[in-house]
């Protein structure tokens, strides 16, 4: 197995494991509230036992704690979500049920040999003992890292088993039966492995623990730096689920411990330090909101002067998302993107203010954002632990500068493109984690700075990979794609942050809404798809002529109708890409002639080969048109469409462009609207429209300027 295969599951796994922490945000925070509402130093007589107030909160409280006290169920039931490569809701259902039978069978060897084993099952399940109560049943103590292991084993037989063929008599043992029973017979020995096994690898944990609770500020230093520096390359769940939601410092994991003893922690005058050491392992989070807004000020006032307002506009959002709540990626993965030196450095000075922290004598759950901090920490604990938290805030404002000036200064130093640095031809923006992967594999391909191949490969892993790809053409603007499971196809936001204008999706019909560069995209996507390396270090054919040199944008002037009929505005075309203008903002015409002409003087910058259906043209104010004529005319391979002109021509008002056969289209089942897109229409607000109603081709004015 390839060592980027190797990387690719890891990947996988660790995006599995995040399907069940979604979830602990939320009740973590419902628990905390439910806490701080019963606190009489705080409420008063209202938060008393017995009142109405306190009854409440101790109902929402008892709810709040669900996901917390039946961990290992939670993740034995997610986990096969995020492997499954079909219907992963019965993959869950599955893997429940082997679950379940995994610790049934472990129960009956106990009751049966423990002693045998090394485990005396005849004590009462609860921390020390290396039992827990799973759903009733008394099973070792395996918490959520036997959970996930049978979860991966349940999602393995899922996928090797699920379409097995059967005889047709016992077709009812077929599907999620079959699994079912080859996980039952699997998770025989499997039991009786881990009865054998696992009392030593709670030995194991039991020194790990006992190892980093008396390893201080370097394992408090070495776990934040491990946390942050794997999170590229998804592997930072490995650092982080077992120490905050898994065994490996106290029983149930930091979060579930913390919220457990926070009213006991709120009564005490003791370090917090002292009262939860293991706590400095939840002081990851303090670079969200300390850190990273020196970093993003640093980039601000890196930024060109011009360039400093689209700048903040960009830096604001991503920041206020990573300090609030504790989402990081925006911000982090565009400074990775363009330095991973920025990213190293982040990193260490991450891991130096969790420790610093904890040399102040700091603890408790500070893994998220600055809603965490009140909620979690601050408002429950601040009236006998105000020292400490003004200090914290002392040291994270002292960091945001340390930051600011490391930052500023390695970017200045370095000449890095951060935002705002970047030439005037490239557009600024942030980077996602998928953005990120790719560049990684175009670098290894020779393709680092291509961005249109960095946005095939995401389009690609955003449609569930080559395995989910099982047609793949394109129209004028649109990569459209047949795929096996639409399930798998991601959110429209994964293709937008990578530069699409929308994701239209019809069921296994996917279209991908890209522009002009659809031709070149498609190129790079084919051979991504084919696996063929040699195809993607050649440049494909242009899709579009260079860029022009500036033009002046506010050049008034006018654009004629390209061919005659009823115009109607964009917003009305049956075709959501057009309706919602994801290309841009312009008109349509129902035509009564079949000549499309230049509807003003114009630089041909595309013609659409073979279907002859639409063409791009650049006038001389820099605005950019597409003529699209019909709906998905595209299917009918040119028959019916004669060009006149190619790329790289310029044409005169009313000179023909492209002549089509109405009822050709008609008979084909197609509709023959025509469209005009102004598809950088954003640059333009003095765009005004005609209102709808008759025009003539090369006479009537539809759009200005």
Not at 237 to 254: K, N, Q, R, S
Not at 479 to 500: C, E
Not at 554 to 564: D, Q
Not at 592 to 619: I, K, Q, Y
Request: a negative charge.
């Amino acid at each position: 197995m390839s060592k980027d295969r190797v990387m690719q599951e890891l990947q996988r796994f660790g995006g599995a494991m995040y399907t069940p922490v979604i979830l602990f945000a939320f009740f973590g925070l419902t628990v905390a509230i439910s806490i701080i509402c019963k606190n009489t130093m705080l409420l008063g007589a209202i938060a008393d036992k017995g009142t109405v107030w306190y009854d409440f909160w101790y109902v929402v409280e008892q709810g709040a704690w669900t996901v917390f006290a039946q961990m290992p169920i939670l993740f034995a039931i997610a986990v096969p979500i995020g492997f499954a490569k079909k219907e992963p809701g019965r993959a869950a259902m599955e893997s429940f049920v082997i679950y379940m039978c995994f610790n049934y069978f472990i129960s009956g060897f106990l009751s049966l040999h423990g002693a045998f084993f090394g485990v005396d099952y005849s004590q009462n399940a609860g921390a020390g003992t290396g039992l827990a109560m799973i759903a009733n049943i008394k099973t070792l103590d395996m918490g959520m890292l036997g959970a996930i292991f049978i979860a991966c084993v349940s999602a393995y037989l899922h996928n090797r088993f699920y379409d097995t063929e059967i005889p047709e008599w016992l077709g009812i043992f077929k599907g999620p039966a079959f699994v079912v029973a080859v996980g039952f017979a699997v998770m025989i020995p499997m039991a009786l492995i881990f009865c054998f096994v696992w009392p030593a690898v709670q030995h194991v944990i039991e020194q790990f623990q006992f190892f980093l609770k008396t390893s201080g500020l370097v394992g408090v230093w070495c776990y934040t730096f491990s946390e942050r520096i794997l999170l590229p390359a998804g592997l930072h769940h490995f650092i982080y689920l077992p120490f905050i939601f898994g065994p490996a410092v106290c029983d149930g994991g930091i979060q579930a411990y913390w919220l457990q003893h926070l009213q006991d922690f709120a009564t005490s005058a003791q370090s917090l330090s002292e009262l939860f050491p293991e706590g400095g392992f939840a002081l990851h989070g303090s670079s969200k909101v300390w850190g990273l807004p020196g970093a993003a000020l640093a980039m601000y006032m890196c930024a060109r002067p011009e360039k400093k307002k689209k700048t903040a506009a960009l830096l604001i959002p991503a920041t206020l998302t990573a300090v609030l709540c504790g989402i990081t990626e925006p911000i982090e993965f565009t400074f990775l993107f363009v330095a991973p030196l920025l990213y190293a450095a982040h990193a260490v000075l991450a891991a130096t203010l969790s420790t610093t922290l904890y040399a102040f004598g700091l603890s408790g759950n500070f893994g998220g954002g600055l809603i965490d901090c009140f909620v979690q920490n601050w408002i429950p604990l601040f009236q006998y632990h105000a020292g400490t938290y003004i200090m914290q805030i002392i040291i994270g404002i002292a960091f945001f500068f340390i930051y600011f000036f490391v930052f500023r200064f390695l970017i200045l130093k370095n000449d890095y493109p951060t935002p705002g640095r970047t030439a005037d031809d490239v557009e600024d923006k942030l980077f996602s984690k998928a953005e990120y992967q790719a560049k990684k594999e175009m670098e290894e391909m020779g393709l680092a700075g291509n961005k249109l191949a960095i946005q095939a490969r995401v389009y690609l892993d955003s449609l569930g990979g080559p395995s989910n790809i099982k047609e793949v053409t394109n129209c004028a603007t649109r990569l459209r794609v047949t795929v096996a499971d639409p399930d798998k196809v991601g959110s429209p936001s994964k293709f937008t942050k990578a530069g699409a204008y929308g994701l239209v999706k019809n069921g296994h019909a996917i279209q991908v809404i890209i522009g002009m560069n659809v031709p070149q995209v498609r190129g790079y996507f084919d051979a991504l798809l084919k696996g063929d390396v040699s195809a993607l270090s050649e440049e494909p054919a242009p899709a579009a002529a260079p860029a022009a040199p500036a033009a002046d944008k506010t050049l008034a002037m006018g654009i004629k109708a390209c061919v005659s009929g009823k115009l109607i505005d964009m917003s009305e075309v049956p075709d959501e890409m057009f309706s919602k203008k994801m290309m841009g903002d312009g008109v349509a015409i129902e035509p009564t002639t079949d000549t499309v002409v230049a509807p003003a003087d114009a630089e041909v910058t595309m013609v659409m080969a073979e279907s002859n259906h639409a063409v791009g043209l650049r006038f001389t104010n820099g605005a950019e048109l597409l003529i699209h004529i019909g709906l998905d005319t595209v299917n009918m391979q040119g028959k019916g469409f004669t060009c006149f002109v190619k790329q790289n021509d310029h044409v005169k008002a009313g000179d023909k462009l492209i002549q089509f056969d109405r009822q050709v289209i008609k008979d084909a089942g197609y509709n023959d609207i025509v469209m005009m897109a102004i598809t950088n229409s954003a640059e333009y607000p003095q765009l005004k429209k005609a209102a709808d109603g008759a025009v003539t081709s090369a006479e009537s004015d539809v759009i200005t300027f």
